[in-house]
Nanobody, 124 residues
Framework: QVQLVESGGGLVQAGGSLRLSCAPS????????MGWFRRAPGKEREFVATISWNGISTAYADSVKGRFTISRDNAKKTVALQMSSLKPEDTAVYYCAARVAGGTSTRASDYGYWGQGTQVTVSS
């Protein structure tokens, strides 16, 4: 059983930065593909970023490309989402997700494990 715990959310002004972290427990982290998704108030959950098991492949939503960076450290068993140039529209609950298949995926249905989420609020 894989459990995911996100941290690093908070309140930041527009243009600022935040770094989210996800620490999985259980399972074999280094084999899993990982992703970040978010759900803004009144909206559907949407894909943000994904990274393959070895960190070689990544993909981003167009809305965050060039501003967000996903990375992982298999030795420390963590995955991070560095967010820069934040905008009010980035305000959402951010979720870390893991998939047993080690590749990247932009589809939420491909992920079998989810964290509880961490709130990110960007003020204008």
């Amino acid at each position: 059983q894989v459990q995911l715990v996100e941290s690093g959310g908070g309140l930041v002004q527009a243009g600022g930065s935040l770094r989210l972290s996800c620490a999985p427990s259980g399972g074999t982290f280094s084999w899993y593909g990982m992703g970040w998704f978010r759900r803004a108030p009144g909206k559907e959950r949407e894909f943000v970023a994904t990274i393959s098991w070895n960190g070689i492949s990544t993909a981003y939503a167009d809305s965050v490309k060039g501003r967000f960076t996903i990375s992982r450290d298999n030795a420390k068993k963590t995955v991070a989402l560095q967010m820069s140039s934040l905008k009010p529209e980035d305000t959402a609950v951010y979720y870390c997700a893991a998939r047993v298949a080690g590749g990247t995926s932009t589809r939420a249905s491909d992920y079998g494990y989810w964290g509880q989420g961490t709130q990110v609020t960007v003020s204008s």
